[in-house]
């Protein structure tokens, strides 16, 4: 008897983090859907249209898919991908990520270690004001959503990306192959 209920506890508690998974998935799906295409346009360095704000978006994140014998598998399939949506338009951001070994192993440092680094960026022009942004990372099931204010001129949007936390050696403290948690975002 108390078997079967320990199964039947299992199993609530995995339909409850199974649901709560799907509520993220469809909010993931609805926020990397373009609702709009006349919020912002892509434009180079050399371009900077009066009167309208310049946001240089950069995200840089180190991701560890899998390793087998020293040899490190990077994100093919999905590939490592960000989805940046700011007031309904959508645009995703990709990268060729590069192996990146920081050693030895530094708890206190949590891109130490050997990993894929990835470096996203893109500058769009938009109206000045306030904004929401949201920026979705289908690998590690996260989702931020901000209320950004930029200004009339060039703003930077930087996002730093806060790490799980691993009780392991030798990875323990915040490290980058728990995955990331949640995103900081910064406009300067």
């Known amino acids: 008897m108390k078997y079967k209920s320990?199964?039947?506890?299992a199993a609530l508690i995995a339909g409850f983090v199974i649901s709560g998974c799907a509520n993220n998935r469809e909010l993931m799906a609805k926020s990397s859907l373009s609702t709009r295409n006349d919020v912002f346009f892509e434009t180079s360095?050399?371009?900077?249209?009066s009167g309208k704000a310049i946001a240089d978006?950069?995200?840089?994140?180190?991701?560890?898919?899998?390793r087998f014998a020293e040899i490190y598998i990077k994100?093919?399939?999905?590939?490592?991908?960000?989805?940046?949506?700011?007031?309904?338009?959508?645009?995703?951001?990709?990268?060729?990520?590069?192996?990146?070994?920081?050693?030895?192993?530094?708890?206190?440092?949590p891109?130490?270690?050997?990993?894929?680094?990835?470096?996203?960026?893109?500058?769009?022009?938009?109206?000045?004001?306030?904004?929401?942004?949201t920026i979705v990372l289908p690998i590690d099931d996260v989702i931020v959503e901000r209320e950004i204010a930029l200004r009339a001129g060039v703003n930077t949007?930087?996002?730093?990306?806060?790490?799980?936390k691993r009780s392991l050696q030798p990875y323990k403290g915040h490290n980058f192959t728990?995955?990331?948690?949640?995103?900081?975002?910064?406009?300067?």
């Open 45 to 49: 360095i050399s371009e900077t249209g």
């Open 57 to 66: 978006f950069m995200f840089t994140v180190k991701s560890n898919s899998s």
């Open 111 to 133: 891109e130490s270690g050997t990993g894929w680094k990835y470096e996203f960026s893109k500058r769009i022009a938009l109206a000045p004001g306030k904004h929401k942004l």
């Open 6 to 9: 320990i199964i039947v506890g």
């Open 178 to 188: 728990a995955g990331v948690k949640t995103l900081k975002v910064m406009v300067n």
């Open 75 to 109: 994100h093919n399939n999905p590939p490592y991908r960000v989805y940046m949506n700011i007031d309904g338009q959508t645009t995703v951001l990709e990268s060729e990520p590069i192996l990146e070994n920081k050693s030895p192993v530094d708890s206190s440092l």
């Open 157 to 164: 949007i930087t996002v730093i990306p806060v790490y799980n």
